[in-house]
């Protein structure tokens, strides 16, 4: 069974611009989480959603919003970036009917650099 | 709100020593438990995972036990590899939410 994939892997943005990033979950699961890997903060919960809603959200600004479409792929959007949100983004997708918590399988992610 | 603190790194051994990694954690209620493992360029990997207090949790010769009395989670091998030097993160979620809380990660340097 193929894992999760983050597309892109990495990524180069000028501040003030806004990005997409990518995620395509494991087949059959329905849950896909976004986390914010940086130095100094570590490791932050963005969101989760479930069946293409958000089910549960992090303590980001507004300007990161994500999204699920009906085949549980999932993208996330930063807007009007800044040189903080130079990171690596995770994603992790897991069955996660309800209930929980269930084991998440993480892609490689995607590192955005913004200058 | 809840959180975790782990040992600062790095942490320096040599091959088929022994391995412990300190692992506390702060929540209301009775969370799940995991650790996981994060190699160089890669994402994070569940290395093992406890539901409730006293489960053992194991995976590849490492090992944790859930000690609520304690609030921790410690990680052990008893004999560690080259191939081991990673990143191991400790971490949290509540029961029914698959937001993970994570520490701050333990970076361990195995040297032949």
């Known amino acids: 069974k193929a894992g999760v994939t983050q597309t892109p892997r990495y990524l180069i943005k000028t501040r003030g611009q806004q990005v997409t990033l990518s995620c395509s979950p494991i087949?059959?699961?329905?849950?896909v989480s976004w986390y914010q890997q940086t130095p100094g903060q570590g490791l932050q919960f963005l969101f989760e959603?479930?069946?293409?809603?958000?089910?549960n959200k992090g303590n980001f600004p507004g300007r990161f919003s994500g999204r699920q479409f009906s085949n549980s792929r999932s993208e996330m959007n930063v807007s009007t970036l800044e040189l903080g949100d130079s990171a690596l983004y995770l994603c992790?997708?897991?069955?996660?009917?309800?209930?929980?918590?269930?084991?998440?399988?993480f892609g490689p992610g995607t590192r955005l650099t913004v200058t | 709100g809840n959180s975790v603190t782990q040992m600062e790194g790095p942490v320096t051994l040599s091959e088929e020593a022994f391995l412990t990694i300190n692992c506390t954690y702060t929540?209301?209620?009775?969370?799940?438990l995991f650790w996981y493992v994060q190699y160089p360029g890669e994402g994070l990997q569940l290395l093992l995972k406890?539901?409730?207090?006293?489960d053992k949790g194991s995976n590849k010769g490492f090992e944790a036990t859930y000690r609520k009395e304690t609030t921790s989670f410690h990680l052990e091998k008893g004999s560690v590899q080259v191939s081991d030097s990673a990143v191991y993160f400790c971490a949290l979620s509540d029961p029914g939410f698959q937001k993970l809380v994570f520490g701050t990660g333990t970076r361990l340097l195995v040297s032949p």
């Open positions: 959603y479930f069946s293409e809603t958000q089910r």
């Open positions: 406890a539901t409730k207090a006293d």
């Open positions: 087949s059959g699961h329905r849950s």
């Open positions: 992790a997708s897991s069955l996660a009917p309800a209930g929980g918590p269930y084991e998440q399988y």
């Open positions: 929540a209301t209620g009775y969370p799940s």
